[in-house]
């Protein structure tokens, strides 16, 4: 297995998050990634590739400099006035409030922030800025005749929006995957994001556009994070109508349920005429997930890599969600391992 590793993951380690009214331990914290290396260790892996700088450059083809430079210093701004504790917003400027760009400490962060669960730590830009350097590392690989490789990072990416973070994520990955991958020459990039939640980054990133197609496989929004995102109906707009496609499924869903939606998904990354595909791969949708509802088991998992073997594209995959820690290791592996089977 071709695994690349961000070898800067912990340095992002938030104390906790509002879940339920509850202030509870992080769900999303480095011991996901510390169960993923030692089963991967267990399963026989036993070289994990460190990431090459790739530079500023490509996250501010996706990221503006402003929401670039909040994330780079908003924690010296904070630190600076004797604060200690992780930076949660807890103010937004919803309609009815006068719409700006403030510059005070806790309006500023309300400025970016699009839900209370992310919080910002010292080490926050750092593992985030690393984590995509991993991304575009294993897309070179693949890009120099390998069929797949896997960004082993935290964290997460997928909901982050060119100018707002949330959901855990803070700069997309994936996106900025998709548009390094245009400029090596690709001419029709697919994500296919099979995380339990929806795909709101990726799909608002490039929904006017039509040389990323966005596919997303997720919890339905009428009663899963983002909500307000991740609808049938919202098939891109512009040049971008017919690329973007959502597939809802309803809370409780097995694997046989999320098979059916995946053929959906495959037809269209074949209508479009996909030449490389990058994978947000969230194994969330285990059925022992504690912040999703499926009911997949592990063994589904190494089905699934066999359906997006069978795609035929050039694969990157990308460490999304997942918050059963103990089989997180195992869910993930027997992705790579199904790819690697159906690949041969």
């Known amino acids: 297995m071709n695994i690349f590793l961000n070898s800067k993951y912990a340095k992002h380690n938030a104390q906790g998050e509002i879940h339920h009214g509850e202030i509870v331990p992080a769900f999303e914290n480095p011991s996901r990634l510390n169960n993923i290396i030692a089963c991967f260790k267990e399963n026989g892996v036993e070289e994990f590739l460190q990431p090459t700088d790739h530079g500023i450059e490509p996250i501010r083809k996706i990221h503006p400099d402003h929401y670039v430079t909040f994330l780079q210093t908003i924690w010296d701004e904070w630190a600076a006035g004797g604060n200690t504790k992780d930076i949660v917003p807890y103010v937004w400027p919803v309609p009815g409030l006068k719409r700006m760009h403030h510059d005070d400490l806790p309006a500023k962060v309300g400025n970016y922030a699009f839900s209370s669960d992310s919080s910002i730590t010292a080490g926050t830009w750092e593992a985030a800025y690393e984590?995509?350097?991993?991304?575009?590392?294993?897309?070179?690989?693949?890009?120099?005749?390998?069929?797949?490789?896997?960004?082993?990072?935290?964290?997460?990416?997928?909901?982050?929006?060119?100018?707002?973070?949330g959901g855990y994520c803070f700069l997309n990955n994936g996106a900025i995957a998709a548009q390094y991958a245009l400029d090596k020459g690709y001419k029709k990039v697919c994500i296919l994001d099979v995380d339990y939640h929806h795909g709101n980054g990726a799909q608002d990133i490039f929904y006017e556009r039509s040389d990323v197609l966005t596919v997303s496989l997720h919890g339905h929004p009428a009663t899963n994070f983002p909500f307000y995102l991740g609808y049938d109906h919202e098939k891109g707009e512009g040049d971008g109508k017919g690329f973007n496609l959502n597939l809802g499924l309803a809370d409780g869903s097995t694997f046989a349920d999320w098979e059916k939606?995946?053929?959906?998904?495959?037809?269209?990354?074949?209508?479009?005429?996909?030449?490389?595909?990058?994978?947000?791969?969230?194994?969330?949708?285990?059925?022992?997930?504690?912040?999703?509802?499926?009911?997949?088991?592990?063994?589904?998992?190494?089905?699934?890599?066999?359906?997006?073997?069978?795609?035929?594209?050039?694969?990157?995959?990308?460490?999304?969600?997942?918050?059963?820690?103990?089989?997180?290791?195992?869910?993930?592996?027997?992705?790579?391992?199904?790819?690697?089977?159906?690949?041969?």
């Open 261 to 344: 939606a995946f053929v959906t998904a495959a037809e269209k990354v074949k209508q479009v005429g996909a030449d490389f595909m990058i994978v947000p791969l969230g194994v969330d949708t285990y059925e022992g997930d504690p912040i999703s509802k499926f009911k997949l088991k592990s063994e589904d998992f190494l089905q699934m890599g066999r359906l997006l073997a069978e795609l035929g594209l050039p694969t990157v995959f990308q460490m999304e969600g997942g918050y059963d820690v103990g089989p997180i290791g195992q869910n993930v592996y027997n992705v790579l391992q199904g790819f690697e089977d159906a690949a041969k």
């Open 131 to 165: 984590g995509v350097q991993t991304v575009l590392s294993a897309l070179d690989f693949v890009d120099n005749g390998n069929r797949m490789a896997f960004a082993l990072t935290r964290p997460p990416g997928h909901h982050a929006h060119a100018a707002a973070y």
